[in-house]
């Protein structure tokens, strides 16, 4: 009987393999008429759906602007919770991604059953949650993966003005973020994920050169005069920066779509665990070298470029955080462009310029949202805490347990269990606990100090803050002063 079973999940499994084959040559045919060179290279550059692919992009959007932000939260929680911390949603969060990724498997097989063809039509989360669970499901998921795509956008503008500002502190944050937004709206046309492949890669470089210049730099820099290390010493700053922590590892709001794009979407099962693996290389040296250099300065300076010394290579670090907080917005809006797209029928439009115009309306409230809110830390933790603990941890757990909670569901599952996992029952604890520690931890104390945080920078600054976090400048005049004394 198992190996009936067994032998039924292969000729599944195939049997999808075979379609998506079948769609992408297609799709690459009708991409790439033309020369056989130009072809090729289109290919190579444009057309990416390996497993490579998908490692990239996964890697990739999870250390974007936050690893500017890891060394702050490691001053509000302390040196040993915040590598515990990093360590524990790391594992965390690649759990849950391979929760979606059982999910969109079951779904897509279950569709191909039924002869529903996806030839020109992109899966989204919401879509999985509707085909498994129904309606409401649909709702909720759709609900806190777009609010949390949308401020996800919104924090790469910021993060853009944060950055550019240490290199040209002419125009105030505000007025970059304004050029940024101009600048990110180019991204309406990339049409699918598919087309990521050389952005991915070259964001993964640029973000790898930055976590590592912040930990030499930082090294060589050494310990400032009377560097002190308090954290934690207030509850309300330490939940602050583990629902940071819990945000950085958080991109699964683009894991389904990724895996859509995918040549053979099955394969993607640990591909996240082996980029958190990647990303662990990049955020704990960082964050515990800047920590361990400029302790409790960084309560006061979420960016950790704001501490670091004026260099060429400081400079080159900011700039290529620039161009990657692009191509991260791109990741976070491209999921919302579907929406939208399939909210006014233009989903299935072949004309790139055509998509493009519809797409622009998703760009303006995003926009807006980042000149309203400038707090580059601070909107992390909320977003990390009110809309991430939902969409990432509570709502993949919650979903796989219902979905497999019949013996029928479970028997004819499209996926097996993972060898790790001996059976069901030791499953539904491990996603129980996912779920009762992320709503208490991420969501209960989480949601009340950030948002205790957050009003508190609202009261500080206001919104539309001009230049948030900006040194004052010194005039001509006083800084004259200043080298004669």
């Keep these: 009987m198992s190996r009936q079973k067994q032998g039924g999940e292969e000729t599944m499994m195939s049997s999808l393999n075979e379609t998506i084959e079948r769609e992408e040559r297609e799709e690459l045919e009708k991409e790439g008429g033309g020369s056989g060179s130009h072809s090729s290279l289109k290919s190579l550059l444009w057309h990416g759906g390996s497993a490579y692919d998908a490692w990239f992009s996964c890697a990739s959007n999870q250390v974007a602007q936050v690893l500017l932000t890891l060394p702050y939260s490691f001053s509000q929680l302390g040196m040993l919770s ?24 079951e779904y897509r097989t279950r569709k191909e059953k039924e002869n529903v063809s996806f030839k020109n039509h992109v899966i989204q989360w919401f879509e999985v949650l509707d085909g498994l669970l129904g309606p409401y499901w649909k709702a909720v998921g759709l609900a806190f993966n777009c609010t949390f795509l949308l401020f996800g956008s919104v924090i790469q503008l910021i993060a853009c003005a944060s950055n550019i500002y240490y290199i040209n502190d002419h125009l105030d944050k505000r007025t970059w973020t304004y050029i940024f937004g101009a600048c990110c709206a180019t991204t309406v046309f990339i049409p699918s994920f598919h087309n990521y492949r050389i952005w991915s890669f070259l964001g993964l470089a640029m973000t790898t050169y930055t976590a590592w210049y912040l930990t030499i730099a930082a090294l060589l820099h050494g310990q400032v005069e009377n560097v002190s290390h308090t954290g934690p010493n207030k509850l309300v700053l330490y939940f602050t920066g583990a629902t940071n922590i819990l945000y950085t590892f958080g991109g699964h709001a683009v894991t389904v779509e990724i895996m859509h794009a995918m040549w053979k979407p099955q394969k993607f099962k640990y591909i996240y665990l082996f980029a958190t693996l990647y990303v662990f ?94 707090f580059f830390g601070p909107i992390n933790s909320a977003v990390g805490a009110l809309l991430v603990s939902f969409t990432v941890y509570i709502i993949p757990a919650s979903a796989h347990m219902l979905t497999y909670k019949s013996a029928s569901a479970r028997q004819n599952a499209a996926e097996k269990l993972p060898v790790f996992i001996p059976n069901w029952t030791v499953m539904f604890v491990v996603n129980a606990f996912v779920v009762v520690w992320v709503f208490v931890v991420g969501f209960g104390f989480g949601g009340w100090a950030s948002m205790t945080n957050f009003i508190k920078q609202v009261d500080t600054f206001g919104l539309f803050a001009k230049c948030y976090q900006c040194p004052p400048k010194i005039s001509a005049s006083n800084h004259t002063a200043t080298l004669h004394h």
């Design 82 to 105: 915040g590598i515990i911390l990093q360590i524990f949603y790391g594992i965390l969060g690649s759990w849950t991604a391979y929760l979606i990724s059982i999910l969109y498997i």
């Design 281 to 374: 290389t990049l955020t704990l040296p960082s964050a515990i070298a800047v920590y361990w250099a400029f302790g409790d300065q960084l309560l006061d300076h979420s960016n950790a470029f704001s501490l670091l010394p004026r260099s060429g290579w400081r400079d080159a670090g900011v700039i290529l955080m620039l161009i990657h907080q692009f191509i991260t917005f791109g990741f976070a809006c491209t999921p919302l462009y579907f929406v939208w797209e399939k909210v006014i029928g233009m989903h299935d439009t072949k004309s790139i310029c055509l998509r493009a115009l519809a797409r622009l309306p998703v760009v303006i409230p995003i926009w807006f949202l980042a000149i309203i809110f400038p």
